[in-house]
């Protein structure tokens, strides 16, 4: 069973950077396609980024620009750069593998002034 473990979040003023790490375990991590996503107060859980076995990325048009997504096969850790960010993205951020399996407990990204 797949265990992920998110951390690095936290408060920022809007125009700010935070770099997301999240570690799995009991799983072939090398062969997953893994992603981050967030979900904002009151609203449902979307797909931010993600990244295949092979490398290709795919963002959500919001952060194309600002967050670039990356993998450590041999560390089983996906990465999050997020750049400039703004107020709305704000939420508590998760990975997972695509499709989704258990959920961890997320880290929280708060941006405000």
């Known amino acids: 069973q797949v265990q992920l473990v998110e951390s690095g979040g936290g408060l920022v003023q809007p125009g700010g950077s935070l770099r997301l790490s999240c570690v799995a375990s009991g799983t072939v991590f090398s062969h997953l396609v893994m992603a981050w996503y967030r979900q904002a107060p009151g609203k449902q859980r979307e797909l931010v980024a993600l990244i295949t076995s092979g490398g290709t990325r795919n963002y959500l048009d919001s952060v194309k620009g600002r967050f670039t997504i990356s993998r450590d096969n041999a560390k089983n850790t996906v990465f999050l750069q997020m750049n400039s960010l703004k107020p709305e993205d704000t939420g508590v951020y998760y990975c997972?593998?695509?499709?989704?399996?258990?959920w961890g407990q997320g880290t929280q990204v708060t941006v405000s002034s």
């Open positions: 997972n593998q695509l499709p989704s399996g258990p």
